[in-house]
């Protein structure tokens, strides 16, 4: 199983740790990129683990101790995570990545 990540889900993540890290310092961007890292294996693991309210085979994953939400779509081989979003702001922006 591969993990595969959208050019704008980097976009997403790289931004939200930037965020944390002029906010709050390195430490806890490291944090947040570490509770990425975790999800990622866990969905790798698991690829059926995050819940499906989203529709169209897409799942999402909430991240611990961060408003952020891993948007993915398990396929046979890979993990395609789609966006890293933020749970409070636009919803659904990232339809039509793929």
Do not use: C
């Amino acid at each position: 199983m591969n993990l595969w990540v959208h050019p704008e889900a980097l976009a997403d993540l790289a931004g939200a740790k930037d965020f944390y890290r002029e906010q709050a310092g390195a430490k806890l961007a490291e944090s947040f990129i570490n509770e990425f890292e975790r999800i990622a294996v866990v969905l790798l693991t698991y690829p059926g683990f995050g819940t499906t309210d989203v529709g169209d085979d897409i799942r999402k994953q909430p991240m611990r101790r961060f408003p952020y939400t891993v948007v993915y779509k398990p396929l046979a081989d890979e993990i395609r995570v789609l966006a890293v979003a933020h749970q409070s702001r636009k919803p659904r922006f990232w339809r039509g990545r793929n």
